[in-house]
């Protein structure tokens, strides 16, 4: 034989010519699907992904049953671990120690001694100082594994073999819920009542036709480990299980404490699911230090076993609910949990499904779980029954039999000819101990045998009868409802259910700022503060030294603050988070992202409807309706576009019909307000042509009630004839009238 026929080809024989693309998408296909199947979504049987799967079998094999000791985890891992799941330790652990978290699970199916986490956030302690056995929930789920209830399959590495579903006794789905992202599709199946989900799935037996409604009278929406209150409408709910798609408004639940002579207080008891404690008060104490929770005056964690956070409001007026509202929308007293019933099928096909059909698929495999049992059930009696046959023909022939094993050299063919006996009952016979040929004993085969026969026999009309294999399902998911039942922590629901509050998300900001008259203060250096009251900008105002006015103005801490800095952005800021009058204020940097060399050039109160005036150094600007400047970042909206090196000039109300514009060289042009465009954003037109500088200032007035100014002192000059100033747009104008101020502006640059 030729040698080159045994050696391997130089490219090992793993060397494929075929397409990049061909290549990428098969084995991205494949990575698809393997996420999709074997770690991100649930099956629709018994709810658990395969890891989870896994850490409960391998704990059953460990004999962690609920009467029995417990167990380190580390050794649970390194189980699973070995033999099913050949992933990361940690992935494992952090599996197993939610199942054990009963703020994570409605039904906890671990029971954990150790530090498992809390609801604060804190994470559970390493694995090595953490041990973990069953509960009775997962027992339950485990139950009947052992009978040929479901398929088995071989593990990774072909040593061992694990179920591909678990029996399951309840439904476990939608019991404990489920979240995952896989590629290109996602679940979030949030938790409900588990002995209201088996008063649904036993109704289902009695009355397919049940429609989603029907079932939400008996199950009437999420229930969530750590309680809450769910704010949804009736139909919002019912449109979400009929389609497997929606989300569920969730709020935490809260009681007003009286404090007397008017005073209270109102606690929190219970927080929305998946929301850590700690993050939540960690936000609502950033509300109150950034002034954007005003009716809210401390917040302080009094919690120990059960969940007691207090908040104080500012004020004993201030009505308990108008509070709880403004709170909901700013931090997560509220959040809102998504329903994405995207399971994995009995065929192992991703689908998303309804709360009936999800019942349906669990009660189908309740059913096939029954019939699988009977069946190995029934093979076990037959096995057995042939044993005891053989038996009761020995005791009928007991002589007989002695004699025949003592006389022949071979009695095993003698004893099943003399008999018409089987290989395995003349087997039997003669490996029967002396001790069993007693009266005894036979009485108690013969008892045995007829239990049997008649077990028998039921087993042959329940694997007949459609209609008594589903009343035996409802009679077992009854025995498991008793078993939650009898535990409160698990049987009672915790979850409340509170009208949708229509008026919630029209509830504005301002609404629930106390209205209190103040006066806006920004000095020219950029630090800016407010004044309670009104105070007349004339007034005795204390400034840092070298430092003065440059907008004072009256507004109210309901209003909101516009900004418009010299590059061309506009800036909004709540008049309720101004920082207070004492001092000299604060710089208006440290609420604004506005650069070193930029600076503010006006300020005023948001009035919608208002049109403004907006105009760069360079002579271009344009019309822009107040309602499109308002800004909600730090960063402010970029309106006006600049050149490099540009600055805006002028920001304005536009009162009249005609526009007035002068230059740095003390020319005045005034043309038709109807000549500048209105837009949202941009560079403008050319209001005037310059030699050189630039534009000064501008001014909107009524032809009808002509144009004016105001000198140094404030006081109010009307120009005798302006229409010899009339020219068309971006032309230069003529020298400014005699009387014109020489600061070559219109108004005073302080206001």
């Not at 801490?557 to 506009?570: E, H, N, P, S």
Request: aromatic letters at 6%; charged letters at 30%; hydrophobic letters at 40%.
């Amino acid at each position: 034989m030729s040698t080159d026929l045994l050696d391997p080809p130089d490219d090992g024989g793993r060397v494929f010519d075929e397409p990049l693309e061909r290549a990428l998408s098969s084995r991205y296909l494949a990575y698809a699907l393997s996420t999709i199947t074997s770690r991100a979504l649930p099956d629709v049987r018994d709810g658990l992904k395969p890891v989870q799967r896994r850490i409960l079998y391998a704990m059953r094999e460990l004999k962690l049953d609920p009467a029995s000791g417990f167990k380190k985890c580390a050794k649970i891992v390194g189980e699973v671990m070995g033999n099913y799941h050949p992933h990361g330790d940690q992935a494992i652990y952090d599996a197993l120690v939610r199942l054990a978290q009963d703020f994570s699970q409605r039904v906890p199916l671990v029971d954990g001694q150790g530090n498992f986490g809390n609801v604060d956030g804190d994470a559970a302690a390493a694995m090595r100082y953490t041990e973990a056995r069953l509960t009775a929930a997962a027992e339950a789920l485990l139950a009947g594994i052992a009978e040929d209830a479901v398929d088995f399959r071989e593990t990774y590495d072909g040593s061992e073999s694990e179920p591909v579903v678990l029996p399951s006794a309840y439904p476990n789905l939608l019991a404990n819920g489920s979240t995952g992202i896989a590629v290109g599709m996602a679940t979030s199946i949030p938790p409900h009542n588990p002995v209201e989900l088996i008063k649904a799935s036993r109704a289902l037996i009695d009355k397919p036709k049940m429609t989603t409604a029907d079932i939400l009278k008996i199950v009437r929406g999420p229930d969530f480990p750590t309680g809450g209150e769910v704010a949804e409408t009736a139909e919002a709910i019912e449109n979400a299980y009929e389609t497997g798609r929606g989300a569920f408004r969730l709020r935490a639940r809260w009681r007003v404490e009286d404090l007397g002579r008017g005073m209270w207080q109102a606690v929190v008891t219970e927080i929305p699911y998946q929301v850590q404690k700690s993050k939540l008060i960690e936000r609502l104490a950033e509300l109150i230090e950034t002034r954007k929770a005003p009716l809210l005056a401390d917040v302080r964690d009094e919690s120990a076993e059960d969940v007691r956070v207090v908040l104080e409001p500012k004020s004993r007026s201030v009505e308990p609910a108008m509070l709880m509202e403004s709170l909901y929308r700013q931090s997560e007293l509220e959040t809102r949990a998504s329903l994405n019933l995207n399971v994995l099928d009995a065929s192992g096909t991703p689908r998303v499904m309804g709360m009936k059909e999800a019942l349906q698929a669990f009660l189908d495999h309740r059913r096939d779980v029954l019939v699988r049992r009977s069946r190995a059930r029934h093979a076990k009696i037959v096995d057995r029954l042939e044993l005891l046959a053989g038996y009761l023909i020995a005791y009928l022939n007991l002589d007989k039999v002695i004699k025949i094993i003592r006389e022949e050299d071979e009695p095993k063919p003698i004893l099943m000819r003399k008999f018409d006996l089987s290989d395995r009952q003349a087997e039997a016979i003669l490996n029967m101990r002396l001790r069993a040929l007693r009266k005894l004993e036979e009485i108690e085969i013969k008892k045995e045998d007829k239990a049997l026969k008649a077990e028998k026999r039921e087993i042959e009309k329940l694997l007949k009868s459609e209609k008594d294999q589903w009343s035996t399902v409802s009679g077992e998911l009854e025995t498991t409802g008793e078993m939650f039942s009898k535990n409160p922590e698990i049987g009672r629901r915790r979850t409340g259910f509170i009208d949708a509050p229509a008026a919630s998300e029209a509830v504005s900001v301002e609404a629930l700022v106390a209205r209190e008259p103040i006066t806006v203060v920004l000095s020219r250096m950029g630090w800016i503060r407010a004044l309670r009251g009104r105070v007349d900008p004339g007034a005795d105002i204390k400034y840092k030294d070298g430092d003065g006015p440059a907008f004072v103005f009256p507004a109210e801490t309901t209003d909101k603050l516009i900004l418009f800095a010299t590059d061309g952005r506009f800036f909004t800021m709540g008049c309720d988070k101004l920082p207070g009058g004492r001092g000299h204020g604060e710089p208006i940097r440290l609420h604004l992202d506005l650069p070193d060399d930029h600076e503010i050039n006006a300020a005023f109160v948001r009035k919608p409807g208002r049109k403004l005036l907006i105009a760069s150094r360079a002579g271009k600007g344009f019309i822009v309706a107040e309602d499109d400047v308002e800004a909600m970042k730090r960063s402010g909206k970029q309106v006006l576009n600049l050149e490099t090196g540009e600055e805006a000039a002028v920001c304005l109300e536009v009162e009249g019909d005609q526009v007035a514009v002068v230059g740095e060289n003390k020319k005045l042009l005034i043309f038709p307000l109807a000549d500048l465009p209105e837009m949202t954003r941009g560079k403008g037109v050319k209001l005037q042509s310059y030699a050189k500088g630039g534009l000064e200032d501008v001014t909107t007035f009524s032809a009808d009630e002509g144009m004016c100014w105001h000198d140094a002192g404030g006081r109010r000059i009307t120009m005798a004839d302006w229409r010899e100033f009339e020219g068309k747009r971006a032309q230069a104008g003529k020298p400014v009238p005699k009387g014109f101020p020489r600061s070559g502006r219109f108004r005073p640059q302080t206001s």
